[in-house]
């Protein structure tokens, strides 16, 4: 299972973003708010890393990808023991949802070249604080598996408004994404 968590930092349902903006000598109300709108004709994927079939779309509220979502709930009620973690900001959005999947009981993994910072220091700094020690440390070259490989699926999209776990069709997605709830997981 994978999951691609997308910010979607609003005032609405993001209470952090006053003081985000404070520390930044902004006023809050010109933070610029980020959405995670599928609908929307500027919501894209880095070619890099897009979903695929069988893939799910997790919004996220804040930092870690764990807050305000029933993310570990699901985890666990798919038979999730292992997750693997990577993406960006390592010494921020990773770190904290690393902290949050090892916390709730996971055995946590750190992919660590498939994370980046805003510059390498930062990067190797924030790993060597917790690496191997709320997390492991592995590489993408450790997760090959000349047996098996990946399994494409549909991919499955997270929604913050849905308040059924039923799926929906949305019409501008491509590879026919499907959302569920993140209330009734």
């Known amino acids: 299972k994978i999951i691609f968590v997308r910010a979607d930092y609003r005032h609405t349902h993001s209470p952090w973003l006053a003081q985000f903006a404070r520390l930044r000598g902004q006023s809050a109300d010109t933070l610029t708010e ?62 904290h949802s690393a902290f949050s999947i090892f916390e709730a009981g996971f055995r946590t993994l750190l992919i660590t070249d498939a994370s980046a910072d805003r510059g390498r220091a930062r990067h190797d700094a924030a790993l060597a604080l917790y690496g191997d020690y709320m997390y492991e440390l592995i590489t993408s070259h450790d997760l090959k598996d000349s047996k098996q490989g990946l399994i494409k699926a549909e991919p499955l999209l997270f929604s913050l408004e849905e308040s059924k776990l039923e799926p929906r069709e949305f019409s501008k997605i491509q590879n026919n994404v499907t959302t569920f709830s993140l209330d009734s997981l």
Request: charged share 15%.
């Open 34 to 95: 980020i959405y995670c709108d599928t609908n929307a004709d500027n919501f894209n994927w880095e070619e890099f890393a897009s979903p695929i079939g069988g893939d799910i779309i997790l919004p996220k509220t804040s930092w870690s990808s764990s807050s305000n979502t029933k993310l570990m709930s699901w985890l666990r009620g798919s038979g999730v023991d292992n997750v693997l973690v990577c993406g960006l900001i390592t010494s921020v959005c990773v770190q």
